[in-house]
Every structure is written in C-alpha cells, then in structure tokens.
C-alpha cells in the first residue's frame, strides 16, 4: 500500500464533535454522516485511523472517576477484548461504517496493543499465567484494600491504596480469585521512561503460548482492519524488553524490583529464539499479506524494525521533531544516512507533525509557511504520510486517551483548511508520484560562494512520464543558490551488491542535451508556467531563491523544440520568471509588435485629436489635420497586422472606411449643437451616450470601438470566436489605455466587454435599417424559425443579441434552474449605445446626400447647414429610435431579466402599448 494518505480520529472525541456538528446525537459508527466520509476522500485520504474503537477496561474509568475525573472514559489503551466497543454500535456499526469508508477508497485502521491488556481484562480474568507476576508484593508498604475493579464475580482487581492518595506508583496491583482464594500481583505495563500505566497489566512474553495468542489475536484484527498500528511496538523488542523485565544480571533493571527476576542473555534468547515482531510479520506475509502493519517505535529502534524485523511502517518522529526544530542539518543527515545505507527505508516510514503522545500541529509550527513547508514535505517525500486528528482544521487541544469529549471550544479554521484544499491535497492526490524510492534522488545545495545549505531540501522523484522537483527552505531566512548533483544512493550494479551513484538533477529530469530543447512545467503552488533550458541545467545546474519557509514543486514537464527560436528569446526574456501560460507568453512575444503599434494609436495625443476633430464644434480643423498622426498611426497597425496574419487587411480600404466614419461623427455633433431643437427632443437627445454626462469616457470608447469595428469587419475569419479582438488580445490593451484615461475602474471590464462584442457586430450600429434583409433563427429554445417579415422589430433585435457568444458573455447570460437570465445594467447600458450609434448612422445617411459630391475630399469633411425638412426628419426618427429601445427596456424589466419572458412578450404579441404603436412605424434607420 505505498499510496495511503492517513488521518488519525479519537472515536470519542470525533463523535462528540460530529454531534455538535450536525446537531444531532452521533455516538455510534454507523451514524458517522457520509459527507465527513465524502469530505476525507475528497481530501484523498486512502486511510481512517480510529483510536480507541475496542471494547475498553471498565477498571481503568473507575480509576480515573475515583481520582477526581469523573468526565473520563477508560483509556484508548487499556483495553478489556478485542472487540468493537458495544457503546459505539458493535460489530454490525463497524461493518456498516467500513462498507460505506471503503466505497469511497477509504481502508479503516486500528490501534492494537501487545504489549499488555487492562487490569480488568478478559485474559485477566480467564488467562491469569499470561502475565508477569509475582505471589507477593515487591515492597512491605504496599496495601491494596482500596474498592473492587472487576465486573466479573470470579474474580477481585484492586491497584495499590497509595494510587489514590498519589502518594507512591506501585508497579503491581493485586488479583484475587474468589473461587480458590488465590492471590497474585500483577505487573502494571511500563516503559521504564515514567510511571507505570496503572490501568494496565503486563504480558509476560517469554511464554510461547502468550506469543501465540497474541500473533492469533493480532490475525482475527486484521481480518478486520487492513492497516494495523502497533502501540509501543518497541518495548516488544527483544533488547529492550530484557532490559525492562529480565534484566541481566548487575544490570540493576529499569523497573523498581525486577532486578530480582535476572536472566542471562543465554537464558533469555532461548526463552525467545525470535524477535515476536519477525515472527508476526513473516506469518501476516504469508498468510495475510493485503495487512499493512504499522509500528510506533521509538528509542533509536526505527531502523532495526524496518532492516531486521521487516516491520511494513514504522514511526518516523524525527521528522516532526528535527524539524519543528529547524535541526535541518540532522534530518539531511538521516536522509543522506538512508540513502547510503538502503533508500527502501524511507519509504517504510511514518511521518507526521503531531501524534497523540505530542503535542498538536498548529502548536508546534503554527499556522503559516512554515508549517504548510513542513506539511508539504510530509506528503511529498517516500513513506506514509500521517495527519493528526483536528490538524486540518487548526484545532489545538491535544485529547488525552480517556477523553470523551472536546473540552476546548475550538472550531474550524476555514482559511487553514482553504490552504490544505489549494496546496496540500493535491498533492496528495499524486502519492504515486512520490510514495517510491527507485527514482528518488536528494540533493545538497551551494550558495554562490560554494557553502552548503542545510536548510534547503531539495529531491526529485519520477514515475512513467512523470517528473517532479521540489524545494523547501526550512528557515526564516530568505536563501538562494543551485541544485546539481545528488547525494550518493546505494543502487544495485550487475553483480547484485550495492554501489553508490549520483546524478545530476538535470538527467533526474530527463533533460536532453540540446540548445534547442526546451522545459516547460507549472509551479504548483503558484500554478504559474516555467520555460528551462535542458541544456543551461545540465552545465550549470538548478538555480533557486526561496524566501523563508517558502517552498517550489515544478512538476507536469513537457518538451518543446525551439525550429523558430522563439523559446530561445522567451527563455532570456523570462529569465526564470513565471507567467500563467507558456504558450499564451509565446503568442504574446510575437504579438508585440502588434501592440507597440496599437499602444502609438492609443496613446494620449490620439486620443485628444479625435475628440478635437469630431467634438470640438469647431468648423476649421480639417481631417487632413488629423490624417498624418492618426490615420498613419492605424496604417502601422494594420500594416504589423498583415505581417503576422495570412490573409492581410487592405489598407486603402480600412483607411477610408475610418476616414468616413470621423466624418460621420463630426457631422452628427455638429448636426445636434447647431439645429434649434424643439422641447419634446431634448429627453431623447439627452440619452445619446455621447451627449450624456459621461461624454469624456465615452469619446474614448466611440474612439476604440470604432477603429477595432473597422478592423475587424476586414478581418476575414471563419468564426465569431477568432473575432480580431480576441486573436490579437486587445482586451490587455484597453485595461492600459484606460488607465492612462483615468477611466474608473469599476467602469473598466464593462467597456472593454461592451467594445468587444459590438466591434465585432457592425451589422448592430445600423440594425433597423436593414431589417427586412435579416434572418434570425439561431436562438435555440427562445423563438421558433419564422421569416423575418414576421416578427417584430423588437424579437429580431433580441434574436440578433443573444445568438451572439460575444453578447452573452457581455450580458453575463447565465442559466439558474432551468430559467435564462441576463443582467439588468449590462442590458440597458447595451441599448444606450445601439441607440446612439443607431442615430449617428441614419443621421450620416440623410447628410450626406446634402454634401456635394464635387468637392475635395478634404472640403467635404465640413458640416453643411441643413434644411429644416432634413432637419425635422432626423429629429422625429431619433425620437422614435429612443421609443423603441426604451420600450425595450420597460419589456425587459417586466419579463424579470428573463430571456424566454422577453421574447414571449413580442411572440404572443403581448408588448406593452407603446411597443405595439412603434411596431406600426416605419422606422429608416
């Protein structure tokens, strides 16, 4: 199982914890809800441990209740059976819970204990020679007349009297059988470090049938659970349970009084010939072999329960300490040692930041970078990665064995658990990527000046076709330096012993030789694309800078050959800087030319002579005054245009269509500043966008969306979706004219979004005078096919903006429980300017034929006064023109923004009476 990600749960606690929750009583397995099982394999968890879920000593509660706790349960760790606690449900809520964890890919492991039982405990009871003893107590002073601990009337457990009074730490405690009247002290469990664990009673290991019993008991768990964690494992050992109970002889022994019970080593190895844990293992193998066991093991014993006890996983704390520490050196040591030695024993580790002996997570590194360094190293180096119970959620209490409950009232920290689902999970989603060893490679790192770093951890690891380096800095001190070849990792040559290699991080990688290959790969906590050079990493090596605890994983390699040498100049240019897109950087450094000339057209002074030229009312300033600055500025760009696309835009034409449109505008303005303007005008005139207290801004948006309008109507394309707009990315350079503009932010997207569907819908700027030629049936599910002629003006105007993806995206047009929606401010700001470009065009239309035809062109861009026939008829058709789009947004309001109720109103002719009379207008524009 080299994948399993694993979480630890103190049943008890979680229960309570879920009942608060979900506020409802949650106290058995089978009532654990499926979204916490659905949340953990989100999360991608393989593993569930559970602390705690055997059936415990009731002796050990008592003992806690007669000392004062009266809110404890008995310890996780003394235990009565291995059978699942009847207060959580028994075996059928195990069973249900298990089915339910394991469709979701989720293995559910157990605690177990061989190091001892409880001193109330079904082998006390019924197996009394299965534990070290003695017929009467080590010390005099001993007395144990205190209350009765046993449930079962065949027999009487009492601890020593002075356990109450706290007085002294008795290492027996008394069993008496009230048929025969026999008498016994038991040994508590103990591992010589501190007190004896008074709820428990020691097994006595130099009996084979208490091994056999055990590796029998050991194998009815496993049918249960597939992962197994082994308390204490260590103290199992051969070494040290010698030392702890049979010491050797002048020893002095590590527990009060068993210097009495001496044993030679001779004497004891032949007690036990094999290590348990040797024998256990080799039996699960064979027998078992789907069983992952798993062994807390401490006192520098990691190493021998992995080489010589071939224990799956063992416990792996110096992970936790040394670098909670920041022993960085110590734990490079370790690593490097490993290698040396044997790499398959990094991936037999455990590692984790916090365990239930220790203290949590958050209280040992925090909230910040250095911990989410340490988590990430957790689950990207060899081995099993192990998450505390509440350590997602930043919780800080650390539950005792005998708790039942929470008693700090801490809740989740979303922004710590936000994190975790941004940087940590999908991490673990990829523990086929780092779980092995064979690809492994660790490597030191040297400063400019040539000092190693021990701060900086750096490896790559690699499977198939996938590659991945990273780096940690696990300091507050910001570094830099370069990664190049790794430490030296024993690998087996062709005669099967073991030499030691390094490599370069560059042949780690993959990388070939060759000038014009290139790397390109995303930081994963950035999501940012990076460009390398194989051939610059493969001379010089990695080079990195890392601010303190910051951490990069460069991951999802693909190679791409330079025939341009475009990557090359993107190479130099980027200078190990990320960007969001390889490939959109690409197209973006042959765009720059492009830009560069679109920046010169947009620039401030172009800007002020259009507005000069079309606003300024003024009758003198002749297009030719214009034509040399503007005109030549959109002839560079259509000219850099033709460069970089196949079929070119004709500039002779464009030139001319532009040069007619700044003439359109400036007849229209002038046109509305010098006509007498009756009253019932004056509501429609004021409406025109570039009348209306935004005239500065919206210059500038008629000044934009008219050149793109003309460019893109030349751009010959197959599809809406390769608009000139979007080919040539003019959204980024209308967010740097418009800050140069000073147009307000909030205002910004708006009109970027706004120019970039109507540039591409010229047809728009003059839609009703060209009706009886459109025909609209590209409106899926909104109207049904019928010929223009029968349909209203209004449904073939709707039919038009919302078969449009341009417009939709504009309209954030969006679907909520089968309802189309659109946005009420985008719809009516819309309208205005259809209605204002409308106007100019039909007012274009009717003064031009007042220009006469024989003058110069450059003469012809004067304003003429206009008859008061001509005059009246422009007036009454912008009028009716405001009419129609205002009854558009009165019917828009009233369908509720809706896109099927609007154009149910003009389908079933149900429009509101001033829509109906405009309907019988014959409207020429």
Sequence with gaps: MPKVVMIAKNTYVWLDQLSKKYKRHIHRLDQIPDEELDQLAAWNFTALWFIGIWERSSASKKIKHISGNIDAVSSAYSLYDYVIASELGGEEAFENLKQRAWQRGIRIASDMVPNHTGIYSKWVVEKPDYFIQTSYPPYPSYSFTGPNLSDDDRVEV?????????????????RKDKYTGDVRYFYHGNDGTHMPWNDTAQLNLLLPEVRESLIQTIMHVARKFPIIRFDAAM?????????????????????PSRSDYAM????FDKAIPVEFWRELVDRINTEMPNTLLLAEAFWLMEGYFVRTLGMHRVYNS??????????????????????????????????????PDEETAVNQFGKGDKYFGVAMLMVTLPGLPMFGHGQIEGLSEKYGMEYKRAYYDESADEYLIHRHEYEIFPLTKK??????????????????????????????????????LVIYNNAYQECKGTINHSVPKAVAGNDGTNILNRVKVGDALQFKYDSKIFYICREHKTNLEHLFSGKDILDHGFYFYLKGYEYKIYWEFREVYDSTGIYSKLYYRLNGKGVHSISDAVKEHTLIPVHESFKELLDKKASEDFEAFCFSGSNTIEI?????????????????????ENIPLMNNELI??????????????????NTAIDAKYLKPLSELTILNSNTEINHQILFVLDILKVLNRNFVHKAESENIFDRLWIDRLLHEFFNKQNHPQELKTRDISLIRCLSSKALLFSFLSDLTKVKSNKIKNHINETESTEKSKELLLISRLFESYLIRDYLNYNEYDGIYYYSKERFEY?????????????????????????????????????????????????????????????ASEESGYKVDDLVKRYETNTAPQELKKNKKKKLSF
């Excluded at 051969?238 to 002095?252: A, I």
């Design 624 to 644: 030719s005054d214009i034509e040399k600055d503007v005109l030549n500025k959109i002839n560079n760009v259509i000219n850099e245009i033709n460069r970089l």
């Design 158 to 174: 009492r601890i020593e009297d002075k356990y109450y009074s706290r007085q002294d730490a008795a290492v027996v405690f008394q």
């Design 318 to 355: 110096a992970f936790m300490h040394m670098l909670m520490k920041e022993e960085n050196d110590k734990y490079h040591d370790l690593i490097k040692n490993t290698l040396d030695f044997n790499p398959e024993i990094l991936k037999r580790y455990v590692n984790f930041m916090s365990n």
């Design 431 to 468: 523990r086929y990527l780092f779980a092995e060893v064979i690809n492994f490679n660790f490597y030191e790192t040297y400063s400019d000046f040539g000092n190693s770093n021990p701060n900086v951890f750096a490896f790559t690891n690699m499977i198939g076709n996938e590659k991945v």
């Design 830 to 890: 819309l309208l205005d300017w259809l209605f204002t470009l409308n106007c100019i065009s039909f007012t274009w239309d009717n003064l031009k034929s007042t220009i006469s035809t024989t003058k110069t062109s450059a003469k012809r861009t004067k304003p003429q006064k206009v008859d008061a026939k001509i005059q009246k008829k422009i007036l009454e058709e912008i009028k009716s023109t405001y009419e129609f789009f205002s009854g558009l947004k009165k």
């Design 235 to 255: 103290t199992l050992a051969k070494k040290h349970y010698q030392r702890l109970w049979f010491p050797m002889p002048g020893t002095g022994g590590a527990i």
């Design 264 to 267: 030679s080593r001779q004497d």
């Design 656 to 673: 001319s269509e532009l040069r007619e449109d700044l003439n359109k505008f400036k007849n229209f303005n002038y046109f509305i500043n």
